[in-house]
């Protein structure tokens, strides 16, 4: 694999990754100025802010690569789409914060998405039908007020409250049992639940 850091803070334009490459190191082309990145076949894991502060534009992660680490393509100015293939398996936090994506979808390889996995202005966001709880705070920072469609997946049973963002215009659950609301504990020690006052942002979708 590509060690970490190797390439940091050094003016590369373009880079070829050769097949047999299995992982990429943390910040290995982090502040540099590649602005296109294809990944071969062998290539399992995305280290930490790997691509941070790059000109990348468009990235597509393909379905061989199992891991992406905490805010491998963060601050990348020019970023505007990413797409992630089913096979992708595990996301770190922040990994497109301080980007221009307005709409991601997670694919439905993944289970489990960390605390602090949305920061920015997402706009849009179709969760995978495989994951089964939601975490308070996965979404936090501009997406609590910018975020206005979301959707969440068939297999979704649980969602912790101060799971949705503020903002949202409209909700689509894709099961036909709406998920059960869980509360959270407070620092007071009581439990606290916050339910939207609109029910009619519930719309089920089976």
Do not use: W
């Given at each position: 694999?590509?060690?970490?850091y ?18 990429i ?17 062998s ?9 941070s ?12 690569v199992?891991?992406?680490g905490?805010?491998?393509?963060s601050y ?5 789409e ?11 936090r ?8 307005t ?7 993944v ?21 089964k ?15 206005k ?29 709406p ?6 504990k ?21």
């Amino acid at each position: 694999g590509i060690g970490a850091y190797t390439f940091d803070n050094i003016s590369i334009e373009s880079v070829d990754l050769g097949n047999g490459i299995d992982s990429i190191g943390d910040g290995a082309f982090s502040d540099t100025d590649i602005d296109t990145i294809s990944f071969p076949g062998s290539l399992k894991k995305i280290g930490r802010y790997a691509f941070s502060y790059t000109g990348l534009r468009n990235v597509t992660i393909p379905s061989n690569v199992e891991e992406v680490g905490d805010g491998a393509f963060s601050y990348c100015y020019d970023l505007s789409e990413a797409t992630m293939e089913e096979g992708v398996k595990e996301l770190g936090r922040s990994i497109f914060s301080s980007t221009k994506i307005t709409e991601l979808v997670i694919p439905n390889s993944v289970e489990e998405l960390p605390l602090h996995f949305i920061m920015d202005s997402i706009t849009g966001l179709v969760l995978s039908d495989n994951i089964k709880s939601l975490q308070a705070y996965t979404i936090i920072g501009f997406s609590m007020n910018s975020m206005k469609r979301l959707t969440i997946g068939k297999n979704t049973k649980n969602i912790q409250t101060y799971f949705f963002p503020t903002s949202l215009e409209e909700l689509r659950m894709r099961s036909a049992t709406p998920p059960q609301i869980d509360p959270i504990k407070m620092y007071d020690g009581q439990d606290y639940c916050y339910i939207f006052e609109d029910e009619q942002l519930y719309d089920s979708v089976t």
